[in-house]
């Protein structure tokens, strides 16, 4: 089985500094991340809006991976900038310059093909246009969903609506904290559970991530890498591979297929990290997946 | 197979403030942390000094737990104090003040029924006298060995030299980053694998642990907990957990004893923060013990 993944998000611009070097307006975006990883496992169809600067070349690449880009608005102008840096382990990126430029314009509307992908990944933006995706994407059975702590601040209200219409939230763990008001994370992961999603997905950087419902818990570690040039995408590339999986399997809400996504988003995240940007997911292929799947599996059982 | 486990390391008077409350010279020190948890799965025999100052009650009651203490010196003056306080997450702690006392008198000498003993931990003390407790235990076969970061900054050359008679090495990720002098956590651990343990485990704090040697790696994640009163010793039971386990096994150096080992390190742990001090680990019995351990196994299983 194979569904279609629907994915609303941004397509950007990333200017980049690393111990490893510094990359200057480089291809980035949470979609950009999300489909390429997503499109190792099955069809991609990507809501997004660029500016008159964007590369059309990356877009029929794109398309020649099987992303669909029907749903994808030109627009006059630049597209979205983000300028950012990480020091020392890496752990959390220091947003330098936001440029939105285009990006205010997005509105997220499908069209009837879209309209009937059976699943909806939203990756972060304005929780108004997450919840206006929602509606459009009337098709829609398994929504997931993703968000940054700046919509948690400032548009908590309409970010509350999101959840009560998610199924999958995938996030950090200081979001968690955020949306919750608790510091343990267990109480925080319990309280976010309360108000809407039947998964929550926990993110931890380079300490991995684990999944949990009401009654049920997976821990997932991130895979060891001795080189981790550049973060950005890690947590898209995740949600991609996650989601990608999922797509493919018979029954999505099992948690047993839920478990094994988490496998396939924490592997798939790990060549993101590889190389600057897109540079690594972009050269990973179904078989490298695997392979890092199965050691993964070692690493993690008696 | 029940092997007795020989422990050096302090028996100490701790002053605690955690969000949850403060507590006032209230029973600590690595080797009892270790020696309650531990004697939950085998006989111990402790080497420690005590300043006249510390309940004589607490060694009998360790009496009664299978905890032998005829390898303890008790001399005049006040036993090891230490003060500190932990905030937010309680990630780590702030050591407000150290009170050596009578510790800088403690030279590990073993009689003979410790001596014949196959397995010997060291908790964290001074490098030099870990040396000498190697040497002096001579019917070792098994070395388990802790540090901190105060001696890999001080005596790093006497460190080394431990690191060389070391199997196994407990250590915290920010020791093993320090002692490697590399930022990540892969290059460093196999860093450190290089100079002597054949085996690492690498503690992560509220992010579980995972345990290395040169072509194998295996992640356990903390148990969860919603309430987390006190940190202190978790590292201590972790190690007391793990150790008490490989101490009952057929073979300790099999790396599938080592991961379960590992699992048992971490639910150990999982008592000792439940409370301050010693407080939870005194009373948790081996059918929690094993309770916890299937709640994790499944926890990390597909």
Redesign the interface.
């Known amino acids: 089985m194979k569904r279609t993944i629907l994915v609303a998000g941004t397509m950007a611009f990333d200017t980049l500094e690393t111990p490893f070097g510094k990359r200057e307006k480089i291809l980035g975006g949470s979609a950009n991340f999300f489909s390429l990883a997503a499109s190792n496992f099955t069809k991609v169809e990507l809501s997004s809006i660029l500016g008159s600067d964007f590369p059309k070349e990356h877009i029929e690449y794109m398309n020649s991976r099987g992303i669909g880009s029907s749903n994808t608005e030109w627009v006059d102008g630049k597209s979205f900038h983000w300028v950012a840096r990480y020091e020392?382990?890496m752990n959390e990126a220091e947003t330098l310059e936001t440029h939105l430029n285009i990006l205010p314009d997005y509105h997220p509307t499908f069209d009837d093909k879209a309209k009937k992908c059976e699943i909806l990944f939203l990756a972060n933006f304005h929780p108004e246009k997450q919840l206006h995706a929602i509606k459009e994407a009337q098709g829609t059975k398994l929504v997931i969903c993703d968000t940054i702590n700046f919509w948690i601040q400032n548009n908590f209200d309409a970010l509350k609506e999101v959840l009560k219409r998610t199924n999958i939230l995938v996030i950090n763990e200081n979001e968690v904290r955020m949306i919750s008001k608790e510091?343990?994370?267990?109480?925080a992961a319990?309280k976010v559970l309360s108000m809407g999603p039947s998964t929550l997905i926990v993110k931890?950087g380079?300490?991995?991530s684990?999944v949990c419902r009401k009654d049920e818990?997976?821990?997932v570690?991130a895979y060891?890498?001795?080189?981790?040039i550049d973060p950005t995408g890690a947590g898209d590339t995740f949600a991609g591979g996650f989601t990608g999986y999922l797509a493919t399997s018979k029954d999505y809400n099992s948690f047993?297929e839920i478990?094994?996504a988490m496998?396939y988003g924490s592997v798939t995240a790990s060549f993101t990290v590889e190389g600057f940007g897109i540079e690594r997911i972009k050269t990973a292929t179904m078989s490298e997946i695997q392979k890092r799947y199965d050691e993964m599996?070692k690493?993690?059982?008696?």
Not at 183 to 187: A, K
């Open positions: 020392g382990c510091l343990n994370i267990m109480t319990k931890r380079e300490y991995g684990f818990i997976f821990y570690p060891p890498l001795q080189t981790v047993k478990k094994k496998l599996l690493m993690i059982s008696l």
